[in-house]
């Protein structure tokens, strides 16, 4: 069965650094993409960014380059979103998905960040 | 990058009533074109790849259709589990664009 299990609601303040993982089972993770996604409180679907954790090839669309990072450790199935400094306009709901197109999405984790 | 608009904002239909659902690509995507469906406090679900291709598992009231520029979702007879907010997003060129979404509600 394929999933894509994410790391837990995070709250956090501004400035701080924060890493959410996405970990993939039953399927070949190191040959598929995954990507990110955003979803700000109560908006639409907003495309982060995509890594092939084979050779961890990475693609950010310009409306979040610079700002987060994307990573994969391909030995133990893990996919990655990373902050060095966070800001309140970071508060959303992430998610991860294989593809594209997306047929399995992690379950969401919610980043909250407040000063 | 390409922009993707999906009409209407709001799709307000009874059920059982045919609903159609637009997106338009701000240039051509050829035929790589999803729709997902998301329903409150969850993630969002495949429903079509491929512009026309229905995903594992959805139901056949579910299709759709176009190539290029135009795309088309459409629901043959709405249940009220299909009352949720659809996207379309294009994964020809990264990045992936999502359309804004279209709310089908009752």
């Known amino acids: ?115 | 990058e390409i922009v993707m608009t999906q009409s209407p904002a709001t799709l307000s239909v009874s059920p059982g009533e045919r609903a159609t659902l637009s997106c338009r690509a701000s240039q051509s995507v050829s035929n790589n074109l999803a729709w997902y469906q998301q329903k409150p406090g969850q993630a969002p679900r495949l429903l079509i790849y491929g512009a026309s291709t229905t995903a594992t598992g959805i139901p056949a009231r579910f299709s759709g259709s176009g190539s290029g520029t135009e795309f088309t979702l459409t629901i043959s007879s709405p249940q009220s589990e299909d009352f949720a907010v659809y996207y379309c997003q294009q994964y020809n060129n990264w990045p992936y664009i999502f359309g804004q979404g279209t709310k089908l509600e009752i």
């Not at chain 1, 982060?48 to 050779?55: F, K």
């Open chain 1, 1 to 115: 069965e394929v999933q894509l299990v994410q790391s837990g609601a995070e709250v956090q303040k501004t400035g701080e650094s924060l890493r959410i993982s996405c970990k993939g089972s039953g399927y070949s993770f190191s040959n598929t993409w995954i990507a990110w996604v955003r979803q700000m409180p109560g908006k639409g679907l907003e495309w982060m960014g995509m890594i092939y954790p084979r050779d961890s090839d990475t693609r950010y669309s310009p409306s979040f380059q610079g700002q987060v990072t994307i990573s994969a450790d391909k030995s133990i199935n893990t996919a990655y979103l990373q902050w060095s400094s966070l800001e309140a306009s970071d508060t959303a709901m992430y998610f991860c998905a294989r593809g594209p197109p997306y047929d399995y999405w992690g379950q969401g984790t919610l980043v909250t960040v407040s000063s």
